[in-house]
């Protein structure tokens, strides 16, 4: 009943309006820019939110890494003899859970990572997929608190070492699910051979889930390779440890001064030299979470500042119509008919608004894929749900200045300003 | 008469508070949101050497050839073979040649414990080039570059960590063992963005500068690796040149270049000096492509890089777009202010104001407005870059800062933008009939 009133009503408030144009020309801009901006910056936040939140698959609470530089003149063998008795003393320091040797960890972010494009075939012409690279050893599973989904893991006399001008040619390796998948599409990569640019390699245990040092390849970042070996670089190693407890401190601390007590081997950097995963995921995901706060913040404020627009011209239309609004209620109007009148043409301006504002949306989008290359396709359910919350932010925001048309006495009628 | 403008428009203000609160808060907001983003785009983009920038460029061969290059880009870098090509050929006023290098650190007293620092090995023109300031000492010469001298320029704050703030120049520390005469200390130097060894580095153009310079021609001696990714046209994109020789003479890209030319003249004929040098390597069989150069000036070179981080774009277009939506607004709450006065605009045209003064007087209100707004503008904007840390990533924070520029740069775009806003209210304000008001009172 009530709404088919309002239908009836709607001529009339096509003719009114058509009297206002360029006041109702602003507002339909004014709700297409913003259903255009907002939802293209809330689509970008939703993305960032859904890459930062991805998990490195490994116990990150737990986690800290220590970069360990080694000083100048030792060879490959030293420091191998070096890694072996760093890690046995590291694993029995209380409050150490486990503890490995790497190159680069998850969340690094900064370019220490060695990567491999594994072919199925030697004289396979094109390129493997892209996938990085950890030292391993049969500790690094329970380090990082990841698991075997088949296969199975290390044992200690297979591990050997590799440098950074080596050609990796391990015996056997651990690959991540979703390398798996790449490399094997439909079928069970495990006991499978792959070749790396020193050799064949049999896979011989899949990883429920484990990403590489860097956090911003398009879809590789989860494709991991463990080689059972340590890393032996003049430069250093990292040693990635996992504690009992959350509070790491003073583990940290024991952890280094057990390093410490043969400290002429090694440079550990005071400042940088500890990382745990947690600031490490800190760091890496700084910019998406700028990103995503400042989008967010203009959006709040975007969407605030329409509704005042709207509050602000409402109340304006509302105290210039006291007199037609005195007469219609003279005429028997009620004041929830007043009230659905304002809200109707609420609805019918943000409506064209919205209109205009999902083909802006979509345009702005393809724009921004052109100039922001990562960025997806947005799905129409975004702008549709912006339009949703316009048409509700639209309909909130004239309510007061409908309740305030809707008070006018029908004695204004008669009564001359 | 302007002041009376503006008194008239604080008494048409306090006569509608909310909708001149509403006008004032929307345009703070807008403008504050742009003013923000726009320092850190500043802060980002800033000429590292605003006296220099247009004289220093970047030279980049296509030693990589078509299919190992993207959308026909030459590497960033040079090979070792051309960037000694270019170096020895001294063909500009200047030039330099670089890479990023770390160092195992030890005093020659042997009191402070070893430490692992940055630096690049560089060669004596880099000092000169990009107006590295000197605290003690100097760079070293060209006859040292010559030599492989074991010289070493130190940063300030190594200075004051090995000699307590002395100076130290003709005193040794060892680098990786070896030891090296110290010939300068610098002062703080600490370019924003890190621009000199962008092609190499892992460096996003925001890390701190190194510690330690030493001659390029010492580091390849010492077959000192550079501590970034090595780009090279093999399948893999890196390089199997375990043997220090065999790097040399490959084809992977890792050394930063520079060439310092004063005129345009000078720019032309070095252009064409590199697109001969290619033609050569072409003719001797080395590149079986056509000669593919480019010479960007630095700031050219920093755009190519793009160097700016890619929030700071998108918030720059974000808050550019709030700022257009907020003056949407504005001209409609300027319209509905001003289309409420049309009694009095009425009377004051019946009272023999010209439309001219009518004008005046209007868009003097919506500056003063705009006036207001940028005040609130400029609180919001300082509030917000106070609470920049939390916002952006502490790197890109520190950098970002108001002075009175900003300040300025915030009021001036308030106003501006209102008073563009009020145009078109203020025309239909003019437009207004005088006797058409008077008779319906």
């Given at each position: 009943m009530a709404l088919t009133r309002t239908f009836m009503q709607l001529r009339p408030i096509v003719a009114a309006?058509?009297?206002?144009?360029?006041?109702?020309?602003?507002?339909?801009?004014?709700?297409?820019?913003?259903?255009?901006?907002?939802?293209?910056?809330l689509f970008i936040v939703a993305m960032r939110i859904v890459h930062l939140s991805r998990p490195t698959g490994t116990d990150e609470a737990h986690i800290f890494v220590i970069r360990n530089g080694w000083t100048i003149g030792q060879n490959a063998t030293q420091i191998d003899a070096n890694i072996r008795t760093d890690l046995d003393t590291l694993r029995r320091v209380p409050g150490v859970q486990d503890a490995f040797s790497s190159y680069g960890y998850p969340l690094a972010g900064d370019g220490s990572y060695i990567s491999v494009r594994p072919k199925l075939k030697p004289d396979q012409k094109a390129r493997g997929p892209f996938a990085m690279i950890y030292a391993a050893d049969e500790h690094t599973i329970n380090t990082l608190g990841t698991s075997l989904v088949a296969g199975r893991?290390?044992?200690?006399?297979?591990?050997?070492?590799?440098?950074?001008?080596?050609?990796?040619?391990?015996?056997?390796?651990?690959?991540?699910?979703?390398?798996?998948?790449?490399?094997?599409?439909g079928e069970s990569a495990l006991s499978k051979t792959v070749y790396f640019p020193g050799g064949p390699t049999r896979i011989m245990g899949i990883l429920a889930n484990l990403q590489g040092p860097i956090n911003i390849t398009r879809s590789s970042d989860g494709d991991s390779v463990l080689v059972p070996a340590h890393y032996v670089d003049p430069d250093g190693v990292w040693y990635l440890l996992r504690a009992d407890a959350t509070d790491m401190k003073p583990v940290i601390a024991a952890a280094l001064k057990t390093l410490q007590a043969r400290g002429d081997l090694r440079i550990i950097d005071p400042k940088t030299g500890v990382v745990t995963m947690v600031q490490a995921r800190e760091r890496a995901y700084a910019t998406d979470h700028s990103l995503a706060m400042l989008m967010g913040i203009i959006s709040g404020l975007l969407l605030l500042a329409t509704a005042g627009g709207i509050v602000g011209l409402s109340s304006f239309w509302v105290s210039q119509r006291r007199r037609q609004?005195?007469?219609?209620?003279?005429?028997?109007?009620?004041?929830?008919?007043?009230?659905?009148?304002?809200?109707?043409?609420?609805f019918l301006i943000v409506s064209g608004g919205?209109?205009?504002?999902?083909?802006?949306?979509?345009?702005?989008?393809?724009?921004?894929?052109?100039?922001?290359?990562?960025?997806?396709?947005?799905?129409?359910?975004?702008?549709?749900?912006?339009?949703?919350?316009?048409?509700?932010?639209?309909?909130?925001?004239?309510?007061?200045?409908?309740?305030?048309?809707?008070?006018?006495?029908?004695?204004?009628?008669?009564?001359?300003? | 008469m302007w002041g009376y403008y503006v008194a008239l428009a604080l008494r048409s203000s306090a006569r509608s508070k909310a909708l001149t609160a509403l006008v004032i808060?929307?345009?703070?907001?807008?403008?504050?949101?742009?003013?923000?983003?726009?320092?850190?785009?500043?802060?980002?983009?800033?000429?590292?050497?605003?006296?220099?920038?247009?004289?220093?460029?970047?030279?980049?061969?296509?030693?990589?050839?078509?299919?190992?290059?993207?959308?026909?880009?030459?590497?960033?870098?040079?090979?070792?073979?051309?960037?000694?090509?270019?170096?020895?050929?001294?063909?500009?006023?200047?030039?330099?040649?670089?890479?990023?290098?770390?160092?195992?650190?030890?005093?020659?007293?042997?009191?402070?414990p070893a430490m692992s620092m940055n630096g690049d090995a560089v060669t004596a023109d880099f000092f000169a080039m990009f107006d590295v300031p000197f605290r003690f000492g100097s760079g070293w010469t060209a006859n040292d570059d010559v030599q492989r001298a074991t010289v070493v320029v130190i940063s300030r704050r190594l200075n004051d960590k090995?000699?307590?703030?002395?100076?130290?120049?003709?005193?040794?520390?060892?680098?990786?063992?070896?030891i090296f005469r110290i010939a300068?200390?610098?002062e703080d130097w600490n370019p924003k963005p890190r621009f000199f060894d962008l092609g190499t580095s892992d460096n996003t153009g925001f890390d701190d500068a190194g510690d330690i310079y030493i001659p390029f021609t010492r580091g390849i001696a010492m077959r000192k690796d550079s501590t970034t990714y090595n780009g090279c046209p093999t399948e893999s994109g890196v390089y199997d040149t375990s043997r220090w020789d065999a790097r040399l003479t490959s084809e992977c890209a890792w050394v930063d270049a520079w060439v310092e030319?004063?005129?345009?003249?000078?720019?032309?004929?070095?252009?064409?000096?590199?697109?001969?040098?290619?033609?050569?390597?072409?003719?001797?069989?080395?590149?079986?492509?056509?000669?593919?150069?480019?010479?960007?000036?630095?700031?050219?070179?920093?755009?190519?890089?793009?160097?700016?981080?890619?929030?700071?774009?998108?918030?720059?277009?974000?808050?550019?777009?709030?700022?257009?939506?907020?003056?949407?607004?504005?001209?409609?709450?300027?319209?509905?202010?001003?289309?409420?006065?049309?009694?009095?605009?009425?009377?004051?045209?019946?009272?023999?104001?010209?439309?001219?003064?009518?004008?005046?007087?209007?868009?003097?209100?919506?500056?003063?407005?705009?006036?207001?707004?940028?005040?609130?503008?400029?609180?919001?904007?300082?509030?917000?870059?106070?609470?920049?840390?939390?916002?952006?990533?502490?790197k890109i924070a520190r950098l970002v800062h108001a002075d009175a520029s900003l300040i300025a740069l915030t009021v001036l775009l308030a106003v501006a933008a209102t008073v563009v806003s009020a145009l078109y209210p203020t025309w239909r304000a003019a437009q207004t009939q005088p006797a058409w008001q008077i008779k319906i009172n």
């Amino acid at each position: 009943m009530a709404l088919t009133r309002t239908f009836m009503q709607l001529r009339p408030i096509v003719a009114a309006l058509g009297r206002h144009k360029v006041a109702t020309l602003l507002i339909v801009l004014q709700v297409a820019l913003t259903l255009a901006v907002a939802s293209n910056a809330l689509f970008i936040v939703a993305m960032r939110i859904v890459h930062l939140s991805r998990p490195t698959g490994t116990d990150e609470a737990h986690i800290f890494v220590i970069r360990n530089g080694w000083t100048i003149g030792q060879n490959a063998t030293q420091i191998d003899a070096n890694i072996r008795t760093d890690l046995d003393t590291l694993r029995r320091v209380p409050g150490v859970q486990d503890a490995f040797s790497s190159y680069g960890y998850p969340l690094a972010g900064d370019g220490s990572y060695i990567s491999v494009r594994p072919k199925l075939k030697p004289d396979q012409k094109a390129r493997g997929p892209f996938a990085m690279i950890y030292a391993a050893d049969e500790h690094t599973i329970n380090t990082l608190g990841t698991s075997l989904v088949a296969g199975r893991n290390f044992r200690p006399d297979e591990i050997t070492t590799f440098g950074p001008n080596d050609k990796i040619s391990p015996p056997g390796i651990i690959i991540t699910r979703s390398l798996a998948d790449k490399l094997f599409p439909g079928e069970s990569a495990l006991s499978k051979t792959v070749y790396f640019p020193g050799g064949p390699t049999r896979i011989m245990g899949i990883l429920a889930n484990l990403q590489g040092p860097i956090n911003i390849t398009r879809s590789s970042d989860g494709d991991s390779v463990l080689v059972p070996a340590h890393y032996v670089d003049p430069d250093g190693v990292w040693y990635l440890l996992r504690a009992d407890a959350t509070d790491m401190k003073p583990v940290i601390a024991a952890a280094l001064k057990t390093l410490q007590a043969r400290g002429d081997l090694r440079i550990i950097d005071p400042k940088t030299g500890v990382v745990t995963m947690v600031q490490a995921r800190e760091r890496a995901y700084a910019t998406d979470h700028s990103l995503a706060m400042l989008m967010g913040i203009i959006s709040g404020l975007l969407l605030l500042a329409t509704a005042g627009g709207i509050v602000g011209l409402s109340s304006f239309w509302v105290s210039q119509r006291r007199r037609q609004i005195g007469i219609r209620r003279s005429l028997g109007a009620t004041t929830g008919d007043i009230l659905r009148y304002f809200h109707a043409e609420n609805f019918l301006i943000v409506s064209g608004g919205i209109t205009l504002g999902i083909l802006l949306a979509i345009l702005v989008n393809l724009g921004l894929m052109k100039v922001f290359f990562p960025l997806p396709h947005m799905p129409l359910y975004v702008p549709l749900l912006g339009a949703l919350l316009l048409w509700l932010l639209g309909q909130l925001a004239v309510w007061g200045p409908a309740r305030y048309a809707a008070k006018v006495p029908p004695v204004v009628a008669i009564r001359t300003e | 008469m302007w002041g009376y403008y503006v008194a008239l428009a604080l008494r048409s203000s306090a006569r509608s508070k909310a909708l001149t609160a509403l006008v004032i808060v929307l345009l703070g907001f807008g403008v504050s949101a742009c003013m923000v983003s726009y320092a850190v785009f500043r802060a980002t983009t800033s000429d590292p050497l605003p006296a220099k920038s247009s004289r220093l460029y970047v030279p980049q061969v296509d030693n990589f050839g078509p299919s190992h290059i993207w959308q026909n880009e030459p590497p960033p870098t040079l090979s070792y073979t051309d960037a000694m090509a270019l170096w020895k050929a001294h063909k500009a006023s200047r030039q330099t040649v670089l890479y990023p290098a770390a160092w195992q650190v030890d005093s020659d007293d042997g009191l402070t414990p070893a430490m692992s620092m940055n630096g690049d090995a560089v060669t004596a023109d880099f000092f000169a080039m990009f107006d590295v300031p000197f605290r003690f000492g100097s760079g070293w010469t060209a006859n040292d570059d010559v030599q492989r001298a074991t010289v070493v320029v130190i940063s300030r704050r190594l200075n004051d960590k090995l000699f307590g703030e002395q100076n130290s120049v003709g005193q040794t520390i060892r680098l990786d063992g070896h030891i090296f005469r110290i010939a300068g200390v610098l002062e703080d130097w600490n370019p924003k963005p890190r621009f000199f060894d962008l092609g190499t580095s892992d460096n996003t153009g925001f890390d701190d500068a190194g510690d330690i310079y030493i001659p390029f021609t010492r580091g390849i001696a010492m077959r000192k690796d550079s501590t970034t990714y090595n780009g090279c046209p093999t399948e893999s994109g890196v390089y199997d040149t375990s043997r220090w020789d065999a790097r040399l003479t490959s084809e992977c890209a890792w050394v930063d270049a520079w060439v310092e030319l004063a005129t345009p003249a000078d720019v032309t004929r070095y252009r064409e000096f590199l697109r001969n040098y290619a033609g050569q390597q072409q003719h001797l069989g080395r590149f079986s492509w056509a000669p593919n150069v480019r010479l960007r000036n630095l700031m050219d070179w920093m755009a190519y890089l793009e160097v700016t981080p890619r929030a700071s774009n998108l918030s720059m277009l974000v808050s550019a777009s709030f700022l257009l939506i907020v003056l949407v607004n504005v001209v409609g709450l300027m319209l509905a202010r001003f289309m409420r006065r049309a009694p009095e605009i009425g009377i004051r045209r019946a009272l023999g104001a010209s439309r001219a003064a009518i004008y005046r007087q209007f868009l003097i209100e919506g500056a003063t407005m705009g006036f207001a707004g940028g005040l609130v503008g400029v609180a919001l904007t300082l509030l917000s870059l106070w609470g920049a840390g939390g916002l952006f990533e502490p790197k890109i924070a520190r950098l970002v800062h108001a002075d009175a520029s900003l300040i300025a740069l915030t009021v001036l775009l308030a106003v501006a933008a209102t008073v563009v806003s009020a145009l078109y209210p203020t025309w239909r304000a003019a437009q207004t009939q005088p006797a058409w008001q008077i008779k319906i009172n």
